[in-house]
């Protein structure tokens, strides 16, 4: 069965840093792009970061551009998001999501979903 | 970027009845390579999104035959020839001809 479980998310305060894991199993997780797919409480999507199978073309949405940094070890069958200089606005379930290729981004789509994890930004 | 506009926000239905979702893109979701690239998600109370149609009316692996989607170039409809009890949860079209990647606002269907 394809599974793919985030974790890592919590409580931050504005200008900290966390780091989101997704431990992906059930398909062979080096043949495919991988991306993260945020939800703001009671809001819709909004992608966030994407990188291809092997890391060579990565994505980042210009919210966050600079502050976070997706990754991937392929041979552990996990992705990273490293969040820094968090926001208040940063708060939302981050999904981890698999694409339905080998890259990320231009004319991909995400196959599956994980199930989320809260991050929550306050002081 | 690509602005996604769905209408209506939200649809009550009753079950057995038809429910039809439009989605509007800002720019031609059509590809020189001749795909239109155009998906719909259906998130279920509680849970995460899941794939149901891709590039306008493919469905996804093991989605009900009750589900289709067309349209072309901008204006794109995703249709449920008899809507069920579980199919409520929030439906987002979304685009990815070009980056960022962007969904529509959401359309909220619910039983009435």
């Known amino acids: 069965e394809v599974q793919m479980m985030e974790s890592g998310g919590g409580l931050a305060q504005p200008g900290g840093s966390l780091r989101l894991s997704c431990a992906a199993s059930g398909f062979t997780f080096s043949n495919y792009g991988m991306s993260w797919v945020r939800q703001a409480p009671g809001k819709g999507l909004e992608w966030v970061a994407g990188?291809?199978?092997?890391?060579?073309?990565?994505y980042h949405a210009d919210s966050v551009k600079g502050r976070f940094t997706i990754s991937r070890d392929n041979s552990k069958n996990t992705l990273y998001l490293q969040m820094n200089s968090l926001r208040v606005e940063d708060t939302a379930i981050y999904y981890c999501?698999?694409?339905?290729?080998?890259?990320?981004?231009?004319?991909?789509?995400?196959?599956?979903w994980g199930q989320g994890t809260l991050v929550t930004v306050s002081s | 970027d690509v602005v996604m506009t769905q209408t209506p926000l939200s649809l009550s239905v009753t079950p057995g009845q038809p429910a039809s979702i439009s989605c509007k893109s800002s720019?031609?979701?059509?590809?020189?390579?001749?795909?239109?690239?155009l998906y719909w998600y259906l998130q279920k109370p509680g849970q995460s999104p899941q794939l149901l149609i891709y590039?306008?009316?493919n469905r996804f692996s093991g989605v009900p035959d009750r589900f289709s989607g067309g349209g072309s170039g901008t204006d794109f409809t995703l249709k449920i020839s008899r809507v069920e009890a579980e199919d409520v949860g929030v439906y987002y079209c979304?685009?990815?001809?070009?980056?960022?990647?962007?969904f529509g606002q959401g359309t909220k269907v619910e039983m009435k």
């Open positions: 590039e306008v009316s």
């Open positions: 720019q031609s979701l059509l590809h020189s390579d001749g795909k239109t690239y």
């Open positions: 990188l291809s199978r092997n890391s060579v073309g990565t």
């Open positions: 999501a698999k694409e339905n290729g080998a890259s990320s981004g231009y004319y991909e789509h995400f196959q599956l």
């Open positions: 979304m685009q990815s001809k070009q980056l960022p990647r962007t």
